[in-house]
């Protein structure tokens, strides 16, 4: 069962705008959450993540925003440049099966136009 | 580069086969876990070992195997390989198991493996 799930497979964002990707969550028991960006033919690098008992992180142009009531968060890029172009995957961690590891979202893949 | 090196990067294979994907974690770094990523899937976690000793499982089918050496190094065997096993192969490290705080793993660039 995909108990992260990222709905949009992709996003077309022009640069400079914002970008919003989206993701949302059906386990209570996760503590923390993760953002990871992927670049074709590279693993996935750490972006940023957020304690569930915050509702907002931010780094930089990086913000995640979690809604735990609505078991949601969502990672917000502004402003948003061409080399943000990558896939990213909003990962999960806490009381599960899988111990400590992270249980991922699908993806989704962002492209940032000139 | 990470610092998780995963050999071999691309493998190419035939159904019924047998293979080892290695990986060697960042230094310093004691947990290491196997994910797998198929065509339009996500990351789907395999299994975590930590200082040589399983830890957790997820979705690891009975034909797949792995484990972790002394010198912290780890191997995923795959066997009597089928087509749906085509997948890239991420191996990722982290420094502890149990955490106060958010569990970043660190990836590997992947092991690509076809199977025909």
């Known amino acids: 069962d995909q108990q992260v799930k990222q709905n949009s497979p992709s996003l077309s964002v022009q640069e400079g705008r914002i970008s919003i990707l989206n993701c949302d969550y059906t386990?209570?028991?996760?503590?923390?959450f993760l953002w990871y960006k992927k670049y074709p033919a590279e693993g996935p690098t750490f972006l940023i993540s957020?304690?569930?008992?915050?509702d907002k992180n931010e780094d930089g142009r990086f913000t995640v925003f979690l809604n735990k009531s609505a078991k949601h968060l969502s990672l917000h890029i502004v402003p948003s440049q061409p080399g943000d172009s990558a896939v990213y995957f909003c990962?999960?961690?806490?009381?599960?099966?899988?111990?400590?590891?992270?249980?991922f979202g699908k993806g989704t893949s962002l492209l940032v136009t000139p | 580069d990470s610092g998780v090196t995963q050999t071999p990067k691309h493998l190419i294979t035939a159904t019924g086969q047998r293979v080892t994907l290695r990986c060697s974690p960042r230094?310093?770094?004691?947990?290491v876990y196997w994910y797998q990523q198929s065509l339009d899937q996500g990351l789907q976690f395999l299994i975590q070992?930590?200082?040589?000793?399983?830890?957790a499982k997820g979705n690891i089918l009975e034909r797949f195997s792995a484990q972790q050496f002394p010198d912290l190094h780890s191997e995923l065997n795959l066997s009597s390989l089928e087509l749906g096993d085509s997948a890239l192969y991420f191996c990722?490290?982290?420094?502890?198991?149990?955490?106060?705080?958010?569990?970043?793993?660190?990836f590997g660039a992947g092991s690509r493996l076809t199977v025909l």
């Open positions: 990722a490290s982290s420094v502890q198991v149990g955490v106060s705080g958010a569990n970043v793993l660190t």
């Open positions: 386990n209570s028991m996760f503590d923390y």
């Open positions: 957020i304690s569930s008992i915050k």
């Open positions: 990962a999960a961690m806490g009381n599960s099966n899988s111990g400590y590891a992270l249980n």
């Open positions: 230094s310093g770094d004691l947990s």
């Open positions: 070992y930590y200082n040589g000793e399983e830890r």
